[in-house]
């Protein structure tokens, strides 16, 4: 008789116990949002160890359910950014940071510590991405097509109008 290969199936296990975990967090997101139900619906709510003041919301439980919706799509983006395998899961960091910096604007309503101009941090965020995801995807098809690199850069450094640029990104 032959033994089963043990590291198989731990990585196997171990695989089923992440894909659960991953599983039910995304089913429980539905109840993680709504919690803000909890939250007192008054101004100031106060606990043992901190005091927390809705200047901007006027309710704590408005406050909270803003911040909910801000962080609820922002978890599963993550979980997506982290468990992606496709070539272009970079550009998932795009509307992390959007999502990222409307979480902060939420808070800095009340707390007042962020300026207003949120969506120009989300430039340089993007400026590295969108390049750094054309050139995966330009590596990918250099491989496909079979060519090398040295006729991609050598196509680079040739000068095209705009419109013949932007009809190659569509080709």
Not at 87 to 112: K, R
Request: with cysteine.
């Amino acid at each position: 008789m032959t033994k089963p290969n043990s590291k198989s199936t731990k990585q196997t296990s171990s695989s089923l116990v992440r894909g659960s975990v991953i599983a039910l967090v995304i089913a429980l997101t539905p109840y993680l949002f709504y919690t803000y139900e909890s939250f007192p619906q008054t101004k100031v709510w106060e606990t043992f160890l901190f005091t927390y003041e809705s200047n901007w919301y006027q309710k704590v439980h408005v406050s909270v359910w803003t911040m909910m919706g801000k962080f609820i799509p922002l978890l599963l983006l993550f979980l997506w950014f982290f468990t992606c395998k496709h070539w272009w899961f970079h550009v998932i960091l795009i509307p992390i940071g959007m999502f990222t910096f409307q979480l902060i604007s939420v808070i800095n309503d009340d707390v007042s510590f962020v300026d207003e101009v949120e969506i120009w941090w989300l430039l340089p965020i993007m400026l590295t991405v969108v390049p750094f995801v054309y050139l995966i995807r330009a590596k990918l098809f250099a491989k496909i097509r079979g060519t090398d690199l040295k006729d991609f850069e050598k196509e680079l450094q040739q000068k095209r109008s705009f419109w013949e640029q932007l009809k190659d990104l569509f080709r």
